[in-house]
């Protein structure tokens, strides 16, 4: 069976085996499979991962770097939605769920590696093996977590508060 190890830095490989390692171990197997599925790709500090307007069919996993989510209204503001740092992932729930466009941006702050994970990778792990099952479910308990919460921050804390939250969460990016 072959696979695209060597095209993918040992950092990476790292990353992605923590990730996928989150709910419990990966099957061997499993591994050869994504390892198989993904490729690495690198963005330059201020290019967009995520285009809003723009189905993007996968998900990144951030190996190195930092990005942010934002949206720009019409008349051109920004506003940050959140922030994505290693190990983190980067992708819109519309493109991947309704194949609909992003909503929003996704922007590298600092030069970005990435693993670009497919879509069409996870329908066929689901079918493959019950780990992707788990495995989704966890992504999307975290995402559901970190959603609620920001919800309750912005509906509830004053902005002074949602300052000192964000310092304690991204403590790195302060300057």
């Known amino acids: 069976e072959m696979t695209h190890k060597s095209e993918i830095s040992n950092e990476s490989l ?21 390892v198989g599925n993904v490729h690495e790709r690198c963005f330059d500090a201020g290019r967009n991962l995520i285009e809003a307007g723009i189905v993007c069919p996968h998900l ?9 989510y934002y949206y720009i209204t019409k008349d051109g503001k920004e506003f940050n939605k959140s ?8 992708a819109s729930m519309v493109c991947l769920t309704y194949d609909e466009p992003s909503p929003f941006y996704v922007g590298a702050l600092e030069d970005c590696q990435v693993l670009v994970v497919p879509s069409t ?10 780990f992707w099952e788990r495995f989704s479910r966890k992504l999307i308990e ?9 919800e309750a921050a912005l509906l509830m804390n004053s902005a002074e508060e949602r300052y000192d939250q964000f310092i304690n969460e ?3 990016l302060i300057s």
């Open 60 to 68: 990144y996993l951030v190996t190195r770097g930092l990005a942010r």
């Open 142 to 150: 975290n995402l559901a977590v970190r959603k609620e919460r920001r």
């Open 83 to 90: 922030f994505v740092v290693e190990g983190g992932v980067a």
């Open 14 to 34: 790292e990353v992605a085996k923590r990730w996928c390692s989150m709910v419990e171990t990966i099957p061997v197997p499993e591994w050869d499979f994504f």
């Open 121 to 130: 990778m996870l329908e066929e792990g689901y079918r493959r093996h019950v």
């Open 170 to 172: 991204f403590p790195q």
